[in-house]
């Protein structure tokens, strides 16, 4: 089993969709968690950091749940622009990477 | 300019020829990474270094070997590459994961491989 696991897409929404990506890891001693954007071949960038108590930036909400071992990405009111590959990254001793999700926001 | 540089950004090789993929940061952090991609499977973590003198393998370091040269240097060898080891490249840093920082990476731009 990998150390982390996302939802395997793609997933396909018209603007203004709201759109919700789950990730699971599986070592309850992980210490940092992050969401990061990748562009079709380019490097990873990241999109936000993931806290205990939940955060926002502006359309994207992510969350935090330590008890059953998964955070979630929320992304309100899609824009052509957000169409990527998300990542999900969590620090158990090095940085691990989900398979990430492809999202497409069609007009 | 960058603050993670790689190189070469594109090369093309044959199989049985040893590799050489450079880093180079100026973010001034210990920790580097490599990670391999390839399409569908995610970031792959190859080796990474926490300071110039510590080394760790990561989940498919089997083919690959590293070197720390300096804070700023890290490099990715290929001794004898295969066409299974067709791939992007990506050399990242990050800072200790403490207060006031996140640990966030930092990537380069990556280094796209190919073996005939």
């Known amino acids: 089993r990998k150390e982390v696991e996302q939802d395997p897409g793609p997933f396909n929404v018209p603007e203004g969709a709201t759109v919700a990506f789950n990730c699971t890891y599986s070592?309850?001693?992980?210490?940092?968690f992050f969401w990061y954007r990748q562009d079709c071949r380019k490097e990873p960038k990241l999109l936000m950091s993931?806290?205990?108590s939940g955060n926002e930036d502006g359309r994207f909400t992510a969350q935090l749940n330590r008890a059953s071992q998964y955070i979630s990405l929320l992304i309100r009111d899609s824009k052509l622009s957000d169409s990527a590959t998300y990542l999900c990254?969590?620090?158990?001793?090095?940085?691990?990477f989900g398979a990430g999700t492809r999202l497409t926001v069609k007009p | 300019d960058a603050d993670v540089t790689q190189t070469p950004r594109n090369r093309i090789t044959k199989t049985g020829k040893r590799i050489m993929l450079e880093c180079s940061q100026t973010?001034?952090?210990?920790?580097m990474y490599w990670y391999r991609q390839d399409p569908g499977l995610g970031l792959q973590l190859i080796y990474y270094?926490?300071?110039?003198?510590?080394?760790n393998k990561g989940e498919i370091s089997d083919g690959y070997s590293v070197s720390r040269q300096a804070q700023a240097k890290f490099s990715l060898s290929l001794e004898s590459a295969i066409p299974n080891q067709t791939a992007l490249y990506f050399c990242?840093?990050?800072?200790?994961?403490?207060?006031?920082?996140?640990?966030?990476?930092?990537f380069g731009e990556g280094s796209r491989l190919t073996v005939l």
């Open positions: 990242a840093t990050s800072d200790f994961p403490g207060q006031p920082n996140t640990g966030e990476l930092f």
């Open positions: 070592n309850s001693a992980s210490q940092s």
């Open positions: 993931v806290y205990s």
């Open positions: 990254v969590v620090n158990i001793h090095d940085m691990r």
């Open positions: 973010k001034g952090h210990d920790r």
């Open positions: 270094s926490f300071d110039v003198k510590d080394i």
